[in-house]
């Protein structure tokens, strides 16, 4: 069964953090640039958090802030759903589905190995349906 790790070890470890004293637009424009969804946001090497384009809709505008004062920290999603390496990719779309996120880091003993998305789920599904199809094809017809 697929677990974080497979995802982490096919699109990498990177991922965009932000400090948690960062303003807004900061983290805004990070997140633009790299044509992201979500950062990470750290105190120096602990995850204290993630900051996501909802937070800035719905804790920025719709709140009627400033994003050059306000702080990461003031509007950051914390504490946050994660998941370690060995979780299932079936657990992890549960945990997504049920508190209607997009994004979930992997976090081990306060380390920060990756972050997945609902998307990466998405596309691994779709890969081992793809190679079941292809399975079953040549069973029942042989190779082409």
């Known amino acids: 069964m697929p677990n974080a790790q497979s995802i982490l070890q096919k699109k990498g470890a990177d991922v965009a953090t932000v400090d948690r004293k960062n303003t807004v637009l900061d983290a805004a424009k990070a997140m633009n640039e790299q044509r992201i ?9 602990r995850v204290v958090g993630i900051f996501t384009e909802r937070d800035i809709l719905n804790r920025i505008v719709a709140a009627g802030k400033d994003p050059k004062t306000t702080r990461i920290e003031e509007v950051m ?5 994660c998941c370690r390496r060995d979780t299932r990719l079936m657990e992890c779309r549960t945990v997504m589905t049920q508190k209607r996120i997009r994004h979930l880091p992997v976090v081990e003993d306060g380390k920060l190995y ?14 081992d349906q793809q190679a079941t199809i292809e399975y079953l094809h040549e069973y029942l017809y042989g190779r082409r």
Do not use: F, K, Q, R
């Open 37 to 45: 969804g979500a950062v990470v946001v750290t105190d120096g090497n």
């Open 77 to 81: 999603t914390s504490p946050m759903a």
């Open 114 to 127: 990756g972050i997945i998305s609902a998307g990466d789920i998405l596309a691994s599904e779709v890969a």
